[in-house]
């Protein structure tokens, strides 16, 4: 894990002279040289030299890989065909992640569900140990009949998720209103699947039928165009792109985040007055 020395300004001015200067590691391709599969006694496998991974889940054990490199910033893709028919109690996820109880995190998790019933996107983003972020989406199509591309953008403006490079979700740097933002701590991509009976679907009513396992989702076309972060040192390679650093929203992607919300959305923490009776998070009131 990486942490900013002295004085919080000064470190990510240095930070960001280094990313720039430097620019940025991109990586795609190969799951063997990208990645180590760090659970599942043999359920995860690579495939198709390298080309794709599979990730399976039964009544004993589910699996999961990680991304050999940690990285600050950076823009991450990666393809999934979710598990079909009934899905009910599983969760596939990808998401970055640092350690740590103070750790930073952006989060994606594929809640199965019966057939015919859609699936729920659920993603959240912790900062320095806080999440409560929580934001839930269903997909205009079925995840489960081909691959489609999920990505996270993470720079200093901003966090977005995209779901076939459509934004449906943003969470802006706040730090001027004290809202804590990742920036210092190193990232790993991680994915998984595993059984979440108890809650993931329709909060735990559902429980997973075991006669259909062993259950199967599949990843390819991994990317990682970021900046490596080994050892507390950047180590990005010169003269690869990094316009992802900079990126904002255009008019045609905000108009496309607020289609994705107003039509998909099925819960937002910034409108959950209940849940928050002492009053709605500051990042949610923030303009």
């Keep these: 894990m990486a942490s900013c020395a002295s004085s919080p300004k000064a470190s990510l001015l240095l930070l960001l002279a280094l990313l720039v200067t430097s620019g940025s590691t991109a990586v795609a391709g190969n799951f063997y040289q990208d990645v180590d599969i ?26 999961g890989f990680q991304s050999k490199d940690q990285y600050i910033y950076g823009k991450f893709d990666m393809q999934l065909k979710l598990v079909p028919g009934n899905s009910a109690g599983t969760v596939t996820t ?20 019966l ?16 999440g409560n972020r ?9 995840p489960t009949k081909d691959f489609h591309t999920y990505s996270i953008l993470w720079n ?5 998720i995209y779901v076939d490079d459509t934004p449906i ?35 735990g009513l559902v429980k ?5 396992a062993p259950f199967t989702a599949a990843f390819r076309n991994y990317n990682a ?27 045609t992607s905000l108009k496309k985040l607020r289609w994705v919300q107003k039509n998909y959305m099925i819960y937002n923490y910034c409108t959950d007055a209940k849940r928050f009776s002492r009053g709605l998070p500051p990042d949610c009131s923030a303009s």
């Design 38 to 63: 760090t659970w599942g006694d043999g359920r995860a496998k690579i495939l198709n030299n390298g080309q794709l991974l599979t990730l399976s889940l039964d009544k004993y054990s589910g699996s």
């Design 225 to 251: 165009n970021g900046c490596v972060w080994p050892s507390g040192a950047s180590s990005c390679s010169s003269g690869s792109s990094n316009s992802w650093m900079w990126e904002e929203f255009d008019a």
């Design 94 to 113: 990808f998401y970055l992640s640092s350690q740590g109880a103070a750790h930073d995190e952006i989060d994606l998790e594929f809640l199965g569900n």
């Design 208 to 212: 997973t039928d075991w006669s259909q």
């Design 169 to 203: 979700r943003e969470f802006r740097n706040r730090e001027s209103i004290g809202v804590p933002y990742p920036k210092s701590q190193a990232m790993r991509v991680y994915s998984s699947l595993w059984d979440a009976e108890d809650w993931a679907t329709r909060g």
């Design 134 to 142: 929580e934001q839930q989406f269903y997909l205009w199509f079925d």
């Design 115 to 130: 057939s015919g019933d859609p699936y729920v996107l659920h993603t959240n983003v912790y900062s320095q140990g806080k």
């Design 156 to 160: 200093p403006r901003h966090i977005v």
